[in-house]
C-alpha cells in the first residue's frame, strides 16, 4: 500500500471526523489486497475457502470488539473471482491490484441506499458497502456460488461484474453503533468515463408499479433531485434504437440473466444503462458488447448497460417487510414474486427498446405493473 495508516497519526477526537472515517474504511479496504493469492493448496482453513463463499460465522475478542472503522476485511472466494477476473473477463490481473493499492475515492448521490461508494484510481472499478443483513447473508447463503457458476458459462453476462467480496465477521463497534459496514463488492465500472459535459447520461431503469419502500417512501424533492443527476429509474421521451440483430441479442441476454435471477429467488435488480453521443466521444472497442459499448442503430450514440441491485431475495427478512408494508398501498403491486417481477422487467425493456422501420411504442413510462445501484 502507498500510504501510512491513518490510525497511527490521528488523535483522539479524530474519530469524529468525516475525513478520518473515510480514510481509516479506505486503508482496510486496500488491505485486504495485500497478502498474494496464492494457490488452491494454500487455503487451508475451512472458514476461509478458495472456491466458495466463507461460512457466515459471528467471531468475538475482547481485544477487536472496541475498532469503529479499522477492519481486519479479507477476500471472500478468491480464486474464484480470480479466474472470474482473468479467464472469462479479461482483466489485467497486475493492473487490477494497482488500482486497488492506491488511495480510493469516496462518492455520493449514486442512489437511496445508504452505501458507501468508493472509486479506484482510474475509475475503472467501485467498491460498494453492503450493509443490510438480508442483502449479505443471501449474498453468502446463496448469491456468490450461483453467480460465478452462471457466469463461467455465460461469460457475455449482463449481470454487473462482481470482481471480490471482502467481509469481516467479527463483531466490532463500529458494527454495532452502525458506523462502519463490515461487507464490501467490488465491480467493475459500467460508466467509467461519464462526462455531463460530452453529454453522457444514465439511467436505473427498473418495473414502475412495484412497491418498494427505499424508492417509494422518499420525498419527491429528494427524488427529484435524484432524477437530475442522473439515476432516474425511468426512461421519458427517450428511447434505445437498435438494430433487429442487436434487439434480438440484447432480449436474449436479458431473457438468460433473468431467468437465473428468477431461480435464486431475487427482486428489485434494475438495469443500469448508460448513453453517450458518438461525436466528441471515442467509439466503443471491437467487437462491441453491452460492457464496453454497443453503437446505436442510427450510428448517433453508444449504449452501456448492465443489470445491477440483485441482492434482494424474497425469502429474506427485508421481503417479508416489503410485503407488509405494501399493503398499505393497495394500488401498487409488492416485489415478493420473482417470476412476476421479471416478466414486467422484460416488458418494460421491451418497451423501450426501438428498431428504426418497425412500429413505434408509444412513448412515455412503460405500462408494466411490477418495482436501488451494484448487486
Request: a negative charge; aromatic letters at 12%; one cysteine or more.
Amino acid at each position: 500500500m502507498e500510504d501510512v495508516n491513518p490510525i497511527a497519526r490521528h488523535h483522539w477526537y479524530s474519530v469524529f471526523s468525516k475525513n478520518y472515517k473515510t480514510n481509516v474504511i479506505d486503508n482496510s479496504i486496500r488491505r485486504a489486497f495485500d497478502e498474494p493469492l496464492g494457490d488452491e493448496d494454500d487455503y487451508k482453513d475451512p472458514k476461509l475457502p478458495p472456491y466458495s463463499a466463507p461460512p457466515i460465522i459471528r467471531t468475538f475478542s475482547l481485544s477487536g470488539f472496541f475498532r469503529l472503522y479499522d477492519l481486519p476485511l479479507r477476500r471472500a472466494a478468491p480464486l474464484l473471482f480470480h479466474r472470474l477476473r482473468t479467464k472469462e473477463w479479461n482483466i489485467n490481473e497486475e493492473k487490477y491490484n494497482n488500482q486497488l493499492d492506491s488511495p480510493l475515492t469516496p462518492v455520493s448521490g449514486l442512489g437511496f441506499s445508504g452505501s458507501l461508494f468508493f472509486f479506484t484510481k482510474d475509475g475503472h472499478f467501485i467498491v460498494k458497502s453492503v450493509g443490510r443483513r438480508f442483502e449479505y447473508t443471501f449474498l453468502y447463503t446463496q448469491c456468490i456460488e450461483a453467480y460465478g457458476n452462471y457466469i463461467l458459462e455465460n461469460p457475455q453476462s449482463l449481470l454487473c461484474r462482481m470482481t471480490d467480496v471482502l467481509f469481516c465477521f467479527d463483531r466490532h463497534l463500529g458494527g454495532v453503533l452502525g458506523l462502519s459496514p463490515s461487507h464490501y463488492v467490488v465491480m467493475q465500472n459500467l460508466l467509467q468515463g461519464m462526462d455531463v459535459e460530452r453529454g453522457w447520461r444514465k439511467w436505473d431503469l427498473k418495473p414502475q408499479k412495484f412497491f418498494e419502500p427505499t424508492r417509494d417512501l422518499v420525498p419527491d424533492k429528494i427524488k427529484t433531485e435524484q432524477a437530475k443527476s442522473g439515476l432516474a429509474d425511468a426512461m421519458d421521451d427517450d428511447r434505445i434504437i437498435l438494430t433487429a440483430e442487436q434487439k434480438d441479442d440484447f432480449q436474449t441476454l436479458l431473457e438468460r440473466d433473468t431467468e437465473f435471477l428468477q431461480k435464486v429467488e431475487t427482486i428489485d435488480y434494475s438495469l443500469l444503462l448508460g448513453i453517450y453521443p458518438i461525436e466528441g466521444n471515442s467509439k466503443p472497442p471491437q467487437p462491441e458488447n453491452w460492457i464496453t459499448g454497443v453503437t446505436s442503430a442510427d450510428g448517433k450514440h453508444v449504449y452501456r448497460a448492465c443489470i445491477v441491485d440483485f441482492l434482494w431475495n424474497v425469502n429474506q427478512l427485508q421481503a417479508k417487510i416489503t410485503k407488509a408494508a405494501g399493503k398499505l398501498l393497495p394500488e401498487q403491486t409488492v416485489t415478493t414474486q420473482p417470476g412476476r417481477y421479471r416478466r414486467e422487467f422484460l416488458a418494460m425493456m421491451d418497451e423501450y427498446i426501438v428498431v428504426p422501420g418497425e412500429s413505434t411504442p408509444i412513448l412515455g413510462k412503460p405500462s408494466a405493473s411490477g418495482s436501488n445501484s451494484g448487486p
